[in-house]
């Protein structure tokens, strides 16, 4: 097993770090200035340092699976970054130390995200396109949930993390941030849980065409 301390990737007097600009702005970037340097960091001095073939990150975290593959790409890393799925708890909440944190009413309300998932994914299946509304029902769900605050509930562009077009004709990223409160307001600190679906969307007039019958099928 290979566990460096910190000193064996941070030395005295340690002046260098990776940053990406556009990737880390948007999402967690914006409520968590540096964070994303201090990850990309720390994952380039351990891939320079095991040299893996193959380095897995979850999904759960998208934007930073995003920002590896991306850092990855640009210093021409000799490693491929396999995403893997996001591992549930068996009621479908995403495992996260922080679960640890939630109190059994705040537990059971913290499903609210898998919720606002789930009725996101159902409006797309039902043939709705349009992103104003999709988030609408996306803010209505999380509302249910009583001591649930929205950090940010946005509609994004898988790889770039760009924001979604108005109406969506491609796959298309919902990620959510929501701050779960205490019970009591100061009795504790909030909560932050993240969670996120790539929705998949179909391109509009992409549809197979159903043979007549002057045309039989071949």
């Known amino acids: 097993m290979f566990a460096p301390e910190a000193p064996e990737l941070y ?83 995403a495992l996260s130390s922080r679960n640890r ?21 159902s409006a797309v299946r039902a043939g709705e396109r349009d992103s104003a509304r999709l988030l609408e029902g996306v803010r209505r769900e999380i509302a249910k949930a009583p001591r649930a605050e929205i950090d940010y509930a946005e509609l994004r562009e898988p790889a770039s993390l760009a924001a979604a077009p108005l109406r969506l004709e491609t796959p298309t990223l919902l990620a959510l941030a929501v701050f779960m409160l205490p019970q009591e307001p100061g009795a504790a600190e909030p909560v932050r849980l993240i969670d996120n679906r790539v929705l998949h969307v179909q391109p509009s007039g992409r549809f197979p065409v159903q043979p007549t019958s002057e045309e039989p099928p071949r």
């Open 101 to 121: 944190r939630l109190d059994a009413e705040a537990r059971r309300q913290a499903l609210v995200l898998v919720r606002a998932l789930d009725a996101a994914e």
């Open 11 to 93: 030395p005295d007097g340690a002046q260098t770090f990776v940053e990406l600009t556009e990737l880390a702005r948007p999402l967690c970037g914006r409520t968590r200035p540096g964070h994303f340097r201090g990850v990309a960091t720390v994952v380039t001095k351990l891939l320079c340092a095991a040299k893996p073939h193959v380095a897995v990150f979850g999904e759960k975290d998208w934007q930073q699976l995003t920002v590896i593959r991306r850092l990855v790409r640009d210093l021409r890393l000799d490693v491929e970054i396999a995403g893997v799925p996001t591992v549930r708890e068996p009621d479908g909440l």
